[in-house]
């Protein structure tokens, strides 16, 4: 079948845009074609996330409101695909809330989309054409966790964005007592150096120049090399390194008692490592920790983020936090105010405590009544804005090196880009200068982003 149209929509961490970008490859290698109109589709595909209740909940709505756009606007229902996260944790259940979907897969098993689509494309035009609206949509269903699977089934990227994206491992077995990602996407599993490195290879000869390698759990990769040994995160980024267009590497997510001294040397020495570190510490309060089974304590946190910032005194910290997590207390939460003023995060993620089924913690006493999840998130919010300003405010004066990927929405004489500590930068300046790399001397700086000049 050709001239296929589908609408894709993405929810969730960056292993879920990478995830949509490989689909979109699929789906083109197989003539189907992109479409940006959602009203304008035969196939609606939403890449969905479980991490928090709101972000779940948003699934259901999100697939309310279209099927029923389709409804107001009196045109034939298109196929619906529900993949990722929400498809392993809701399964069969979403056929149950949201009868006119037809596929739900994992993020393992979405290289079986055109086949599906295929499938459901045939058996959607019947019920389209069926006289009584009495025939009903069939299902089709995996979610198993099957791992790198999915890898081998891809087509080689034939298009990139300067700045890229590369999924080095699946999965997490840490299993925070909070968290839905080892029951959504399963065991961890590293891919081989050598699968990375092509795509890499491939993706700068289609022009990257910022690679960021991806993984729930970074700190743990493990693939074969090319002798078949074990490598680590050091060992992967130090052969990215060598690839001549590749200019900046980054990679997240870190966990901080994987966090090895390997890394803190490179940090040290690989002038294409940025060094901006993401390392998550969700709570500063040790009982916390050990509650949500994260295996490290407030002061061996610390010691790492000295060990980098000796090692590196450019190295700025971000993380994520989690407040309002069952038996909190007033003076837990002290102690994670405490570590935001002793680190100094320059860029945070702060979220309330969401129950979330089949997890630990949901099961826990001690559950925190949601005002006080709210007002202790806005203290802290209000703390990290701090920290966040006060850096912003000191980079006034400094050269900073700066992608350019965007024209300004408001102002097209001004072009946006992103420097180091991945701190958005605005400058008046030519449009040739977008995708290139370039040094900036900052002019001012609030909370949101920097402004400046180019030097
Ligand atoms: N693997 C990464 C991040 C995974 S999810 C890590 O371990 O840090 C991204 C963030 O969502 C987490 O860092 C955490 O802050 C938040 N999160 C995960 N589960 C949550 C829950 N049940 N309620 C609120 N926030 C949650
Ligand atoms: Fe979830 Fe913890 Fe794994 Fe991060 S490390 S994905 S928070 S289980
Ligand atoms: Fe969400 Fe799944 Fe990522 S639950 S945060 S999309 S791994």
Same mark, same amino acid.
Request: aromatic share 6%.
């Given at each position: 079948m050709s001239n296929i149209k589908f609408h894709l929509k993405t929810f969730g961490c960056q292993m879920n845009v990478y995830d949509s970008s490989r689909i979109v490859d699929l789906l083109q290698l197989h003539n189907m074609q992109q479409v940006d #109109? *959602? !009203? #304008?589709?035969d196939v609606i595909i939403l890449n969905t996330c479980y991490i928090r209740e709101k972000a779940s909940a948003k699934i259901f709505s999100e697939l309310g409101r279209i099927y029923k756009l389709y409804l107001r606007f009196k045109k034939a229902q298109p196929v619906f695909a529900v993949i990722g996260c929400v498809a392993k944790a809701e399964g069969e259940n979403i056929f149950k809330r949201a009868p006119f979907v037809s596929i739900v897969l994992s993020s393992q098993k979405y290289h079986l989309l055109p086949e599906l689509i295929t499938q459901a494309l045939e058996n959607i035009e019947s019920v389209n054409s069926s006289e009584k609206k009495s025939k009903k949509v069939e299902h089709k269903i995996n979610t198993d966790l099957s791992g790198l699977e999915k890898f081998d089934c891809l087509p080689k990227v034939k298009k990139s964005e300067k700045v890229a994206f590369v999924q080095i491992q699946e999965g997490c077995d840490n299993f925070c007592t909070y968290c839905v990602v080892p029951n959504t996407r399963g065991r961890e599993v590293s891919r081989n150096e050598k699968d990375i490195l092509s795509e890499i290879e491939n993706l700068q000869n289609l022009g990257a120049i910022e690679v960021n390698l991806l993984g729930q759990n970074v700190d743990c990769y493990n693939g074969l090399d090319e002798n078949g040994k074990p490598s680590n995160l050091a060992g992967i980024i130090s052969k990215v390194a060598k +690839? #001549? /267009?590749?200019k900046r590497i980054r990679y997240t997510t870190s966990y901080p008692s994987k966090f090895s001294d390997d890394m803190i040397e490179l940090h040290r020495n *690989?002038?294409? !490592?940025? @060094? !901006?570190v993401y390392l @998550?510490?969700?709570?500063?309060s040790n009982e916390i920790l050990k509650k949500m089974n994260r295996k490290y304590t407030r002061e061996q946190y610390l010691f790492i983020v000295e060990k980098l910032k000796n090692a590196n005194p450019d190295i700025q910290i971000s993380s994520d936090f989690i407040v309002g +997590? @069952? /038996? *909190? &207390?007033e003076e837990d939460f002290q102690q994670t105010l405490d570590i935001v003023k002793k680190v100094q995060f320059i860029q945070c993620y702060a979220f309330k405590y969401s129950p979330r089924p089949n997890t630990p913690a949901q099961k826990m006493d001690g559950q925190i009544d949601n005002k006080i999840k709210s007002e202790r998130l806005k203290r802290l919010q209000y703390e990290l804005r701090k920290s966040q300003d006060k850096f912003n405010k000191s980079c006034v004066g400094r050269v900073m090196s700066v992608l350019f990927t965007d024209v300004s929405? &408001? /102002? @097209? *004489?001004y072009i946006i880009g992103k420097n180091e500590y991945l701190q958005p930068v605005i400058v008046k300046a030519y449009k040739s200068l977008l995708g290139s790399i370039q040094n900036v001397k900052i002019t001012s700086g609030s909370y949101a982003n920097l402004k400046g000049e180019i030097a």
């Open positions: #109109d *959602e !009203l #304008d589709a +690839f #001549d /267009n590749v *690989e002038k294409k !490592l940025m @060094p !901006l @998550p510490i969700q709570s500063g +997590f @069952p /038996n *909190e &207390t929405k &408001t /102002n @097209p *004489e």
